[in-house]
């Protein structure tokens, strides 16, 4: 195997794990939190969380993707992307606490006041981070990221469960944050050597490159939480918040899988973009292992919500059984969305992607806006539809750019999502069958019987048909370091 591909499969392995314990952790502060505070209290969490979330997006330089892209980075560079990001940052900021007693009247909630006045501070703290840490990606080094990574989930946790537990108050989640982003602040700077000073040396050719990346965030940003803009504004509070806590959970297979699993392949996709079908086939080995590991989970989100709500929010959270399972659909979508977008990203096609972008939050806005009258559930069904549509043309311009065959693609993750479906409707019959009812902990008996049949299913599909092709050696390769790195780790400690 090269030398790249084994770096890949290390740094794959380094964010699976990282990711892993964050997950852990975070689950274990979302099965407490939503039994100590209300659907309500969960709303004023996502207002502050929303326009977070717009200002880091209008504050996105694109300076990681021009570093990590860039055939031969100096350390002006790194510390001009640094500079830009802390000019920019600190004028959103302002703009921001101008803003906030005017968007409290808007929402008519006068709490908002000093939540958004302590969130806004998250975007100072995040502006002042190492750009070493960009540097660690580009190399593919990922062992001292993880560290921080860990690091900043523990301390995020502790203090979130500790204020949770004597406030009850949702001011928890608040300083929990505070405290997240200012963990990975200091560490970035202890894990690298690298010291950024003000310097605009390179800013055009970073803004050249950066540009279409900015206004492309921006639309993109719109367009995946239009959904939530919409509701904050024409559903209640208590709907607001049940569909903030039910998506967040609906996307973490994306965020703290998906991504780690392939954010390394995807790194490799920009030095083999010179040659296509090396290019087609590192494209196509993240395809296939991002529809290995979303689908059974989007399935299962899809047939068994009531158990899964049940489980990590408790039984007060019935509101959210429809929700989670059009959001499932959504998943997959930003799963698949994340690699194509990125591939196209590699092969320069920036502004052919922003347009697009355009072109489909202006149909988004218009489909949902039109639904703003419906029932919460079927206002969602119209997000996930109009989602699937949306990853059905980003598919076909990929095809236009790089001549990959969608087919052959297809042909790949048909036999998996046949398998989960299955699993599912026999897991289905069965819990029929047995009458079992619905409780914190039904989750467990279910999610272990669709597992058992689906899991060796797919196993002996992987050695027996999928080991044809490159994308299943692939696989097996990540199962087999996975599993040797395990067995090592036992022994050692054995």
């Given at each position: 195997?090269?030398?790249?591909?084994?770096?890949?499969?290390?740094?794959?392995?380094?964010?699976?794990?990282?990711?892993?314990?964050?997950?852990?952790?975070?689950?274990?502060?979302?099965?407490?939190?939503?039994?100590?505070?209300?659907?309500?209290d969960?709303?004023?969490?996502?207002?502050?969380?929303?326009?977070?979330?717009?200002?880091?997006?209008?504050?996105?330089?694109?300076?990681?993707?021009?570093?990590?892209?860039?055939?031969?980075?100096?350390?002006?560079?790194?510390?001009?992307?640094?500079?830009?990001?802390?000019?920019?940052?600190?004028?959103?900021?302002?703009?921001?606490?101008?803003?906030?007693?005017?968007?409290?009247?808007?929402?008519?909630?006068?709490?908002?006041?000093?939540?958004?006045?302590?969130?806004?501070?998250?975007?100072?703290?995040?502006?002042?981070?190492?750009?070493?840490?960009?540097?660690?990606?580009?190399?593919?080094?990922?062992?001292?990221?993880?560290?921080?990574?860990?690091?900043?989930?523990?301390?995020?946790?502790?203090?979130?469960l500790?204020?949770?537990?004597?406030?009850?108050?949702?001011?928890?989640?608040?300083?929990?944050?505070?405290?997240?982003?200012?963990?990975?602040?200091?560490?970035?700077?202890?894990?690298?050597?690298?010291?950024?000073?003000?310097?605009?040396?390179?800013?055009?050719?970073?803004?050249?490159?950066?540009?279409?990346?900015?206004?492309?965030?921006?639309?993109?940003?719109?367009?995946?939480?239009?959904d939530?803009?919409?509701?904050?504004?024409?559903?209640?509070?208590?709907?607001?918040?049940?569909?903030?806590?039910?998506?967040?959970l609906?996307?973490?297979?994306?965020?703290?899988?998906?991504?780690?699993?392939?954010?390394?392949?995807?790194?490799?996709?920009?030095?083999?973009?010179?040659?296509?079908?090396?290019?087609?086939?590192?494209?196509?080995?993240?395809?296939?292992?991002?529809?290995?590991?979303?689908?059974?989970?989007?399935?299962?989100?899809c047939?068994?919500?009531?158990?899964?709500?049940?489980f990590?929010?408790?039984?007060?959270?019935?509101?959210?059984?429809?929700?989670?399972?059009?959001?499932?659909?959504?998943?997959?979508?930003?799963?698949?969305?994340?690699?194509?977008?990125?591939?196209?990203?590699?092969?320069?096609?920036?502004?052919?992607?922003?347009?697009?972008?355009?072109?489909?939050?202006?149909?988004?806005?218009?489909a949902?806006?039109?639904?703003?009258?419906?029932?919460?559930?079927?206002?969602?069904e119209?997000?996930?539809?109009?989602?699937?549509?949306?990853?059905?043309?980003?598919?076909?311009?990929?095809?236009?750019?790089?001549?990959?065959?969608?087919?052959?693609?297809?042909?790949?993750?048909?036999?998996?999502?046949?398998?989960?479906?299955?699993?599912?409707?026999?897991?289905?019959?069965?819990?029929?069958?047995?009458?079992?009812?619905?409780?914190?902990?039904?989750?467990?008996?279910?999610?272990?019987?669709?597992?058992?049949?689906?899991i060796?299913?797919?196993?002996?599909?992987?050695?027996?048909?999928?080991?044809?092709?490159?994308?299943?050696?692939f696989?097996?390769?990540?199962?087999?370091?996975?599993?040797?790195?395990?067995?090592?780790?036992?022994?050692?400690?054995?």
């Amino acid at each position: 195997m090269s030398t790249t591909a084994n770096r890949v499969l290390k740094s794959s392995a380094f964010l699976l794990m990282a990711k892993g314990v964050q997950r852990s952790i975070g689950l274990v502060s979302i099965l407490v939190l939503a039994r100590i505070l209300t659907p309500d209290d969960f709303s004023i969490v996502a207002i502050s969380a929303l326009l977070l979330y717009f200002c880091e997006t209008l504050a996105a330089t694109g300076s990681e993707s021009y570093i990590i892209h860039k055939d031969d980075v100096a350390p002006s560079d790194l510390s001009t992307a640094w500079t830009i990001d802390m000019i920019i940052k600190s004028v959103i900021f302002l703009l921001l606490v101008i803003a906030i007693p005017f968007i409290a009247d808007f929402y008519e909630d006068q709490r908002l006041v000093p939540v958004l006045y302590a969130t806004s501070s998250i975007l100072l703290i995040n502006a002042l981070k190492s750009p070493g840490l960009i540097a660690l990606k580009r190399q593919l080094d990922y062992r001292r990221i993880f560290f921080v990574m860990i690091s900043q989930k523990v301390c995020a946790f502790t203090v979130t469960l500790s204020i949770a537990l004597t406030t009850e108050s949702y001011w928890a989640l608040i300083i929990g944050d505070i405290t997240s982003a200012s963990v990975l602040c200091l560490g970035s700077y202890l894990i690298h050597p690298f010291r950024p000073r003000p310097c605009l040396a390179n800013w055009r050719n970073q803004w050249r490159f950066s540009k279409w990346i900015l206004f492309r965030a921006s639309v993109g940003f719109s367009k995946s939480q239009m959904d939530s803009l919409l509701i904050s504004k024409f559903f209640s509070a208590q709907e607001l918040g049940a569909f903030y806590m039910t998506k967040n959970l609906s996307v973490l297979p994306s965020t703290d899988i998906i991504g780690p699993a392939v954010e390394p392949l995807l790194a490799s996709l920009s030095r083999a973009r010179n040659n296509m079908p090396e290019f087609n086939q590192q494209l196509s080995k993240a395809i296939f292992v991002i529809n290995s590991i979303i689908m059974p989970i989007a399935v299962f989100m899809c047939f068994f919500p009531d158990h899964i709500i049940n489980f990590f929010f408790g039984a007060k959270w019935t509101v959210a059984y429809p929700m989670l399972p059009p959001l499932a659909i959504v998943l997959a979508t930003i799963a698949f969305g994340q690699v194509i977008n990125q591939a196209i990203l590699s092969l320069g096609r920036v502004r052919a992607l922003f347009i697009f972008e355009i072109i489909g939050l202006l149909t988004l806005a218009i489909a949902l806006f039109l639904s703003r009258d419906m029932e919460i559930k079927h206002f969602i069904e119209v997000r996930a539809m109009f989602a699937v549509a949306l990853v059905t043309g980003i598919t076909a311009f990929l095809r236009y750019c790089t001549g990959i065959r969608i087919l052959r693609l297809a042909a790949l993750i048909s036999p998996t999502i046949i398998l989960t479906v299955l699993a599912a409707w026999l897991t289905g019959k069965v819990e029929i069958l047995l009458s079992s009812n619905v409780h914190s902990l039904s989750v467990f008996p279910v999610a272990s019987l669709y597992f058992a049949l689906f899991i060796p299913a797919f196993l002996l599909t992987l050695v027996t048909f999928y080991s044809r092709f490159d994308e299943g050696v692939f696989a097996l390769k990540i199962l087999k370091n996975t599993t040797a790195g395990i067995r090592g780790r036992v022994s050692r400690k054995i």
